[in-house]
T-cell receptor, first 115, second 115 residues
Framework: AQKVTQAQTEISVVEKEDVTLDCVYE???????LFWYKQPPSGELVFLIRRNSFDEQNEISGRYSWNFQKSTSSFNFTITASQVVDSAVYFC????????????FGTGTRLAVRP | KAGVTQTPRYLIKTRGQQVTLSCSPISGHRSVSWYQQTPGQGLQFLFEYFSETQRNKGNFPGRFSGRQFSNSRSEMNVSTLELGDSALYLC??????????????FGPGTRLTVL
C-alpha cells in the first residue's frame, strides 16, 4: 500500500533562514509520481512540483529546490532565504500509476516564518 | 485560464440532512477528483470521475456519492449527514493524458459544518 510520511509537524524559522521539509514515501509500484503542494490559510492547495519515479534529477525553481532520492525513498523540499509569505502548510503526495490520479497525502508540515 | 471553482464556499447543515457540493474544472480538463480534509484524518481521497464515470473510489461509506456531467462539471452528495462529516471538501481537476498520471489542480474548497 502506498504511504507518505512527513515527520515534521511544525517548523518555525526566522526570515531569511533556509529550511528543509522532509518527505518519505512507500510504494510497490515501479512507476509513480511525487508532488508537493502548498496550502496557505485560504485553504486552496497550490501545486508546486511533480516528479516521476524515473527522473531523479534535482530541481531548482527560484528559492525552491527539491531533492529526490530513490535509494532512501525521499523527496525533500528546501526553501532558501525563507520569507513570511512562505508561511503555510506543505503537503507531499504520491500517486501510483496503478491508481490513476489518486493522490495519497502526507500529514503536512506547518511552516511559520517569523519576521 | 480560470482555475477550479467550487460552490458554495461555506455551508452549515444539521445532522441527518443531505448536501450537494459543486465543482467546475479548469477548461479542457476531463478528470475530476474529490478529497476530504479534516484535522484528524488529514487529506483523504473520495473518488475520481472521468467521462461521466467513476474511475476510482476511496474508502468512504455509501453516503458519499458523486457524479460528473458531460461538460466535466462534477457534484458530490453526502446523505444523512453526521457530525464527523464536517470538513473542507476539495475538488481537483486534471487534463487526463491517457495513461499518464496528470497533475491535479485544486479549487478553494467547500467548508461544510454539520451541527
Amino acid at each position: 500500500a502506498q504511504k507518505v510520511t512527513q515527520a515534521q509537524t511544525e517548523i518555525s524559522v526566522v526570515e531569511k533562514e533556509d529550511v528543509t521539509l522532509d518527505c518519505v514515501y512507500e510504494t510497490r509500484d515501479t512507476t509513480y509520481y511525487l508532488f508537493w503542494y502548498k496550502q496557505p490559510p485560504s485553504g486552496e492547495l497550490v501545486f508546486l512540483i511533480r516528479r516521476n519515479s524515473f527522473d531523479e534529477q534535482n530541481e531548482i525553481s527560484g528559492r525552491y529546490s527539491w531533492n529526490f532520492q530513490k535509494s532512501t525513498s525521499s523527496f525533500n523540499f528546501t526553501i532558501t532565504a525563507s520569507q513570511v509569505v512562505d508561511s503555510a502548510v506543505y503537503f507531499c503526495a504520491l500517486s501510483e500509476e496503478s491508481s490513476g490520479d489518486k493522490l495519497t497525502f502526507g500529514t503536512g508540515t506547518r511552516l511559520a516564518v517569523r519576521p | 485560464k480560470a482555475g477550479v471553482t467550487q460552490t458554495p464556499r461555506y455551508l452549515i447543515k444539521t445532522r441527518g440532512q443531505q448536501v450537494t457540493l459543486s465543482c467546475s474544472p479548469i477548461s479542457g480538463h476531463r478528470s475530476v477528483s474529490w478529497y476530504q480534509q479534516t484535522p484528524g484524518q488529514g487529506l483523504q481521497f473520495l473518488f475520481e470521475y472521468f467521462s461521466e464515470t467513476q474511475r476510482n473510489k476511496g474508502n468512504f461509506p455509501g453516503r458519499f456519492s458523486g457524479r460528473q456531467f458531460s461538460n466535466s462539471r462534477s457534484e458530490m452528495n453526502v446523505s444523512t449527514l453526521e457530525l464527523g462529516d464536517s470538513a473542507l471538501y476539495l475538488c481537483a481537476s486534471s487534463l487526463d493524458g491517457q495513461g499518464v498520471t496528470d497533475t491535479q489542480y485544486f479549487g478553494p474548497g467547500t467548508r461544510l459544518t454539520v451541527l
